[in-house]
């Protein structure tokens, strides 16, 4: 499937281009936008571009959001980012929806709308800043683990047939984190995690080679 | 020493909320500010306030700049905060100085002008939305790690004496994930980190109990 990016501002723009350092091929890649130069940009990134307002079903639709392997909204309005999750969430209620919001009280009523995962980039950029008073280097530690460049990667996948039965801290792709089970997110320190089991999502920290 | 906050909007005061967090005492955070409202806002914080304009020599030295632990620049304008950072630069060369910038463009500029630590919330917010595509959980581990609530912390600290000798995997406090040693940085998958030498800085993961 394809994914959508309601919004090529900054945070839209930087989300396609690291799908595209993640493997995303352009053609996957679908930008709705308005504004003309924001546009242009995403053209010059060799994504598809429609010219439409995403807080509208047509919009949705013609997009193919039914389809979609995930829904972008980054209009960078937040009354705007919560029509179109609430609109997008009513067409298509499964497709994941990362929503982002830039008031901390709007980011209950994102969820509310639909949202599956909230991110609010002024919270984001408040905790890197308290952490750096803490640790000059945990900031770039994230921001090493969030992208895919760097020396590191935060990955997630599923567990390996080969891998079942193992414990988390034996994995030899890289070292496991958290071990997603069904509802359950297991601690690398718990017991849990001392054994993969079928159907396991692992977090990992992969280095780059 | 006092941390001084100079810009008390979405992303400064999303610091000094984590900042009291973590353990810092509203008497050791100074917010300078010029709007009304959001230095009402830090004043409910219980924080030390000034009226004054960041950019200015005189408001750095009536903060006590050069006695600073660190200096978070978050004005909301990249000219501004640019501009802060060479001020404060310049009289304080050694503060440690956390600025954040809107716009890529300006990310190289702020570190020529002085800056330890670039934050650029739209571009950290790119990276979680596209991360969040390629694997759900990430951009919330990644917010957990960077949050002292939750499950677990990203956390930076000197080796302890007894631990030297022993390797990084076996640290007791949480999982270990690279070594600060002078100019280098060991990744936990690499040589250096199976020896803990003296000095050494560590970064890793601490479950929150
Ligand atoms: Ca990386
Ligand atoms: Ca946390």
Redesign the interface.
Same mark, same amino acid.
Do not use: K
């Given at each position: 499937g394809h *994914?959508i990016v309601a919004g090529h501002?900054?945070?839209?723009?930087?989300?396609?281009?690291?799908?595209l350092?993640?493997g995303?091929l352009p053609q996957e890649i679908l930008v709705i936008e308005q504004n003309e130069k924001a546009r242009a940009a995403a053209v010059a990134l060799g994504v598809n571009v429609m010219d439409a307002d995403a807080t509208r079903n047509a919009t949705l639709e013609a997009a193919r959001l039914k389809t979609a392997?995930?829904l972008?909204v980054?209009t960078g309005r937040d009354d705007t980012s919560i029509l179109v999750t609430l609109t997008a969430h009513g067409l298509a209620p499964d497709v994941?929806i990362?929503t982002?919001i830039?008031?901390?009280d709007n980011e209950t009523l994102a969820r509310t709308a639909g949202a599956?995962?909230v *991110?609010n980039?002024?919270?984001?950029?408040?905790?890197?800043?308290?952490?750096?008073?803490?640790?000059?280097?945990?900031?770039? $530690?994230?921001?090493d683990?969030?992208?895919t460049d760097g020396?590191?990667s935060?990955?997630?996948?599923p567990v390996a047939p080969t891998e079942i039965g193992k414990s988390l801290a034996d994995l030899e792709s890289?070292?496991g984190?958290?071990i $997603?089970r069904g509802e359950l997110?297991i601690?690398?320190?718990e017991d849990g995690a001392r054994t993969l089991k079928p159907g396991d999502?692992i977090?990992e *920290?992969v280095?780059n080679s």
């Open positions: *994914i501002g900054e945070s839209g723009s930087q989300a396609v281009s690291e799908l350092r993640r995303s392997r995930a972008i980054s994941p990362r982002v830039r008031h901390v599956d995962t *991110i980039p002024a919270s984001f950029a408040g905790l890197l800043l308290a952490g750096a008073c803490h640790g000059p280097h945990t900031a770039d $530690y994230l921001a683990l969030a992208a020396r590191v935060l990955n997630e996948r890289g070292l984190l958290r $997603y997110a601690g690398f320190w999502m977090v *920290i280095p």
